[in-house]
Structures are given as structure tokens and as C-alpha cells.
């Protein structure tokens, strides 16, 4: 499906490939063309903002990746991840209304609730991420939305998500999962009947750290509700970016593959080494949503979270003595990404106010890319080793 799902058999000039249409407006022959076009008696794009037919198939091949072919479900790609859940919540909250979302979480989805939905006036609660008597304790009259991450960042939590359904419908609540870590390889959240999915089409879909997107998936009706706020926000993809994002969903299921046998190897090599104190994934039989992620996950994705037998120095110096990760922050790529999260997205926070979120000063998040699964375990060891010796 990655590779021929909403891809039509014969292309413009025949080509194999998807065409870029490099194209801001489209023109119309006369007059009546464009009262047709109105009028629904013919398909055929507009202007940019509105639609493109590379985003379009980039749209399609997502939906059906997302949903098993499901014809009344349908994919909307942004401009980024951010963008597609800033949309997603403008959409869902009116003014008045309020959110329950878990705390484990992106810290700019958690900016984007705290600071702009407040000044819209939409209230939220924030629940430790799997305390489901906590979630549903925080709904009230006025609650529209549960949002939260599956697995979240950066410890992994996995939902229940059909438990997570089960309070929505109770309280005739939606439900919205961020499935960025999990991608719909490992992972359908549709099935287990979340209203929509989001993803950053940026990490593992596009794959290759050379695209900024984001994708949100959900019932043709509420799809083409939020297409027409794009209409009016403007945050739409760009064709050269639905064109890579294609190009990278070739592989899809390839890259998923090895990321998922590299995060398991990396996380039982580490869980053993004695420099290591803990490692959060959600393979392992010591996390806590085990059962759950074994349940409901086929695999369990490139992200490894663990915290060194150290301080922030001594973790500092396991990140730089590392060789293939880079460091960056992101993750899904085929290059192996390394970050230490205290330095990185929590940086102008205090030691005390990164424990508040629960972000200590020797927590790494190790993304694994594609590489080979020795050459990543043996870099691992030579890290740790170096901090022996200095220690
Ligand atoms: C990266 C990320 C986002 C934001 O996506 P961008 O494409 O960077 O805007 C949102 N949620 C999660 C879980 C992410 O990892």
C-alpha cells in the first residue's frame, strides 16, 4: 500500500512517477468552465491554497495507509505537524469550551493550549498521561476534546486507546491522537474508533529529515471541514514537499521495519549495561504499558528514552562521545538522532522546573534511524565505555 495506494495507474506524460505541478492557479477555458467547476459538474483544481494535485495524491496514499482503504475516511496534509494540530484544536474548540489532554506531551502543543487557546477563551486540564480515572475526572459540562500522544514524549506511554473511546463516548467526547512516534504501521487508531489521528509528516512518514508536513485523518466530513478552514488559514503543503513526502512513503514499510528492530535492540543492549539506570520503551517488559503496547502496537517504533548513571555533564559527555546519531532535535529519519532533552527542547527551563515536567538532567532521547542494528548497539558500547574510563 505505501508504494501504489492512491497513486493513479497512468500519470500525465506517462510518467512512473508523480508529477510536481509547480503551480500557484489554475486557469479555466471560458466562463461556463467556471460555473461547472462551481457547480461540482466537473473536477479539476482552483487555486493553490484550495488544493494540488501532487498534495492530493500525497493525501490519498496517507488515508489509505492510515485506515486500510476505508473509503469514507480521508487525509488532509499541512504545512507542518504543528500546523495540522493547531488546526485540528481551532476547529474542534469553540470559545466557552475545554480540553482534556495528557501531559507527556509535544511542549509546543502544549504552548499552542496554554497560551493561544486560553487568550480564545477555551480552558484545558492536563492528566498524567495514562491515568484514565484522572482523565475522565477532568471532564465537564463544557469539555468537547480529548487529545492526547500514543506512544508520548518522551517516555513512551502508550494509551488503551479503545479504554480512552470508551470515556470519550460515555461523555460524547472526540477523541484526538497525536501518532507521530507510533506511524500507522505500528499503530491504527482509527480502528479502535479515535475520531482523528494526527501526525508530523516531518518524523518516520516522510523519512528522510528533508520535509516539513503534517497530516490529519479522519471521517470525509470533518476532513472537509477542516480542508475549508485551510482555505482560510492558508497553512497548506507545498507541492514539492507532497512530492518528497511521496518519494519517502516508498520505503515506508521497509524503514518502519528496521526502526522498529533497532529501538528494540538498542533498548534491551541498554537496559543491561550497568552505566544505565533506566530505559523507558515500551518493548521491554519493565515499561509500564507493556501489555497494552504488545496488545495494541506491532512494533514499538525508533525512540529509545534512558537515563544515564550520572549527572547532566556526565550525560552530556555519553551524547558527545557518540559517532553515527546526530545530534538534533527530531527523530524518524533514517539518520539516528541523539538528544538530551534537559539541553535541548527544556533548555531555558530550571533544573527544578524541568523535574516539574518531569524532565531530568540525565534523560537522552535516542531516535534510531536505519542503520545497521550492530553498528548502532556497538557505537552505544564504545559511548558508555569511554564513561567508565573517565569516571
Ligand atoms: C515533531 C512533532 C510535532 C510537530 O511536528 P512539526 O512537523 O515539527 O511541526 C508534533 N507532535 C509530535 C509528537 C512530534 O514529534
Redesign the pocket.
Known amino acids: 500500500m505505501a508504494i501504489h495506494a492512491g497513486e493513479p495507474r497512468s500519470r500525465a506524460y506517462d510518467s512512473i512517477t508523480t508529477p510536481i505541478v509547480q503551480a500557484s492557479t489554475y486557469t479555466f477555458a471560458n466562463t461556463v468552465a467556471v460555473v461547472d467547476h462551481h457547480e461540482g459538474r466537473i473536477e479539476r483544481e482552483e487555486y493553490g491554497r484550495y488544493g494540488n494535485p501532487t498534495v492530493r495524491i500525497a493525501e490519498a496514499k496517507l488515508a489509505a495507509l492510515e485506515s486500510g482503504n476505508d473509503p469514507e475516511v480521508s487525509a488532509l496534509l499541512c504545512s507542518?505537524?504543528?500546523?495540522a494540530?493547531t488546526m485540528t484544536l481551532l476547529a474542534m474548540l469553540p470559545t466557552g469550551s475545554h480540553l482534556v489532554l495528557t501531559d507527556d506531551?509535544?511542549r509546543?502543543?502544549r504552548d499552542f493550549v496554554r497560551t493561544l487557546l486560553v487568550r480564545l477563551g477555551v480552558q484545558h486540564t492536563i492528566v498524567p498521561a495514562c491515568d484514565y480515572e484522572a482523565m475522565e475526572a477532568a471532564i465537564r459540562a463544557e469539555t468537547r476534546l480529548i487529545l492526547s500522544?500514543s506512544p508520548t514524549?518522551p517516555y513512551l506511554r502508550v494509551l488503551d486507546l479503545p479504554r480512552l473511546v470508551a470515556i470519550a463516548r460515555r461523555h460524547r467526547l472526540k477523541t484526538l491522537i497525536?501518532a507521530?512516534?507510533a506511524t500507522p504501521y505500528n499503530i491504527r487508531p482509527l480502528h479502535a474508533g479515535v475520531d482523528l489521528v494526527?501526525h508530523?509528516?516531518?518524523?518516520y512518514l516522510g523519512g528522510h529529515n528533508d520535509l516539513?508536513?503534517?497530516v490529519i485523518i479522519g471521517r470525509e466530513g470533518i476532513i472537509s471541514a477542516l480542508r475549508d478552514m485551510q482555505g482560510i488559514l492558508g497553512g497548506v503543503c507545498d507541492p514539492n514537499s507532497a512530492y518528497l513526502l511521496l518519494r519517502g512513503l516508498k520505503t515506508f514499510a521497509l524503514r518502519m521495519e528496521r526502526h522498529n528492530q533497532n529501538g528494540l535492540a538498542v533498548a534491551r543492549f541498554l537496559s543491561e549495561h550497568p552505566r544505565v539506570l533506566r530505559v523507558h520503551y515500551p518493548g521491554l517488559p519493565t515499561h509500564p504499558d507493556h501489555a497494552i503496547a504488545t496488545a495494541q502496537m506491532r512494533g514499538w517504533g525508533g525512540v529509545v528514552s534512558f537515563e544515564v548513571d550520572g549527572d547532566l555533564e556526565t550525560t552530556s559527555r555519553l551524547v558527545d562521545s557518540l559517532r553515527l546519531p546526530y545530534i538534533a532535535p527530531?527523530?524518524g529519519g533514517v539518520e539516528s538522532m541523539v538528544v538530551q532533552p534537559s539541553l535541548m527542547s527544556f533548555y531555558e527551563l530550571t533544573t527544578e522546573e524541568r523535574l516539574h515536567v518531569g524532565i531530568r538532567d540525565n534523560l537522552v532521547r535516542l531516535a534510531c534511524g536505519i542503520e545497521d542494528t550492530e553498528d548502532l548497539i556497538a557505537d552505544l558500547a564504545q559511548a558508555l565505555e569511554q564513561l567508565e574510563r573517565t569516571c
Do not use: H, I, P
Not at 507542518?80 to 500546523?83: A, V
Not at 508530523?200 to 518524523?203: D, E, M, P, R
Open positions: 507542518s505537524g504543528m500546523n494540530v506531551c509535544y509546543r502543543t500522544e514524549n497525536d507521530t512516534f494526527v508530523s509528516a516531518t518524523k516539513m508536513a503534517g527530531s527523530l
